[in-house]
């Protein structure tokens, strides 16, 4: 491996004075150097970066920012360099491997303290005026469930269904549930999701933690509709979710000029019909209404129901 100087590399004037592999190898430098600002100085003005996460390509301070998250959630990132190889046109293909720990935020989710390791290719065009294009290629599934996170292949949408992600809150909690709040979000734009979900996750937290909270159920379609529905086990007990620091921030974030949705309700409903619960019986198997007896009709004792929601 030749040892390039960045400085030379991030020279503009410079530049043309350097090959191609050269070139190549200073933007791994400066990957490795977990500095945004010299990866963007190794691009030609119009220059593109493009990999699994963001197809379209980005440049310039989109480039700065997409390096910049990277850094702040994998403090220690490093790309290991492998195989280099220089096409007839001038391209470089180079193999490496990407490793780090997430001990910062990633894709709206809290540091996890896992470590990845997943191998990848750049494909990498120059020009005398630096580099004009890189292509990453590489396993984002692998990378997911290296960091223990569920990758589904779903549709975003199929007539009037529209799909998306769900997560479910619970303490345990088996008690009736009094109140059932909805509070139900349209946003921007689907890039909103994960600043939804943050904010989520906080009130989440928080909630969770106050007496008569039963449990919560929040999910956020493809195209940007969030819907949460909470249970509480009365009308007090709902009302001190809004008391919260976490639930004072999103409503921040909500009411800014230019801030977090365009249109939102939340709601509070009381307790107007609760149908017979059933259990499965382990016994004979059966279907058995719970009462407060907590025995089948064949006399054998009820497994433990979950809670209501």
């Given at each position: 491996?030749?040892?390039?100087?960045?400085?030379?590399?991030?020279?503009?004037?410079?530049?043309?004075?350097m090959?191609?592999?050269?070139?190549?190898?200073?933007?791994?430098?400066?990957?490795?150097?977990?500095?945004?600002?010299?990866?963007?100085?190794?691009?030609?003005?119009?220059?593109?970066?493009?990999?699994?996460?963001?197809?379209?390509?980005?440049?310039?301070?989109?480039?700065?920012?997409?390096?910049?998250?990277?850094?702040?959630?994998?403090?220690?990132?490093?790309?290991?360099?492998?195989?280099?190889?220089?096409?007839?046109?001038?391209?470089?293909?180079?193999?490496?491997?990407?490793?780090?720990?997430?001990?910062?935020?990633?894709?709206?989710?809290?540091?996890?303290?896992?470590?990845?390791?997943?191998?990848?290719?750049?494909?990498?065009?120059?020009?005398?005026?630096?580099?004009?294009?890189?292509?990453?290629?590489?396993?984002?599934?692998?990378?997911?469930?290296?960091?223990?996170?569920?990758?589904?292949v779903?549709?975003?949408?199929?007539?009037?269904?529209?799909?998306?992600?769900?997560?479910?809150t619970?303490?345990?909690?088996?008690?009736k549930p009094?109140?059932?709040?909805?509070?139900?979000?349209?946003?921007?734009?689907?890039?909103?999701?994960?600043?939804?979900r943050?904010?989520?996750?906080?009130?989440?937290?928080?909630?969770?933690?106050?007496?008569?909270?039963?449990?919560?159920?929040?999910?956020?379609?493809?195209?940007?509709?969030?819907?949460?529905?909470?249970?509480?086990?009365?009308?007090?007990?709902?009302?001190?979710?809004?008391?919260?620091?976490?639930?004072?921030?999103?409503m921040?974030?909500?009411?800014?000029?230019?801030?977090?949705?365009?249109s939102?309700?939340?709601?509070l409903?009381t307790?107007?019909q609760?149908?017979?619960?059933?259990?499965?019986?382990?016994?004979?198997?059966?279907?058995?209404?719970?009462?407060?007896?907590?025995?089948?009709?064949?006399?054998?004792?009820?497994?433990?129901?979950?809670?209501?929601?």
């Amino acid at each position: 491996m030749v040892n390039v100087s960045l400085d030379k590399l991030n020279n503009r004037a410079g530049a043309g004075t350097m090959t191609a592999m050269e070139m190549a190898r200073g933007y791994f430098a400066a990957w490795n150097a977990r500095d945004p600002a010299k990866i963007v100085a190794c691009f030609a003005d119009g220059g593109t970066y493009s990999d699994p996460n963001v197809p379209d390509g980005i440049s310039g301070p989109a480039l700065a920012g997409y390096a910049g998250a990277m850094f702040e959630a994998f403090p220690d990132l490093s790309f290991e360099e492998g195989k280099e190889t220089e096409a007839s046109d001038g391209s470089i293909t180079a193999e490496w491997v990407m490793k780090g720990t997430q001990d910062g935020p990633f894709h709206g989710l809290p540091p996890s303290g896992r470590a990845i390791s997943v191998p990848g290719i750049d494909v990498i065009e120059c020009s005398n005026a630096g580099i004009t294009s890189v292509r990453g290629y590489f396993g984002s599934a692998a990378m997911m469930a290296q960091l223990d996170l569920q990758v589904a292949v779903q549709p975003k949408r199929m007539g009037p269904v529209q799909f998306g992600t769900s997560t479910y809150t619970s303490v345990g909690n088996k008690a009736k549930p009094g109140v059932i709040g909805v509070t139900q979000i349209h946003l921007t734009s689907p890039e909103q999701a994960d600043e939804l979900r943050g904010h989520s996750r906080a009130i989440l937290m928080e909630i969770a933690r106050m007496p008569g909270f039963i449990s919560s159920q929040t999910s956020v379609s493809a195209d940007g509709h969030g819907v949460t529905l909470t249970a509480w086990e009365d009308m007090e007990s709902a009302k001190t979710a809004v008391q919260g620091s976490a639930h004072a921030d999103a409503m921040k974030a909500f009411f800014d000029p230019g801030g977090l949705g365009v249109s939102a309700w939340t709601s509070l409903w009381t307790e107007g019909q609760l149908n017979t619960r059933w259990q499965r019986c382990d016994a004979c198997e059966k279907m058995a209404v719970v009462t407060a007896e907590g025995t089948c009709k064949c006399g054998a004792a009820l497994p433990e129901a979950p809670p209501y929601l």
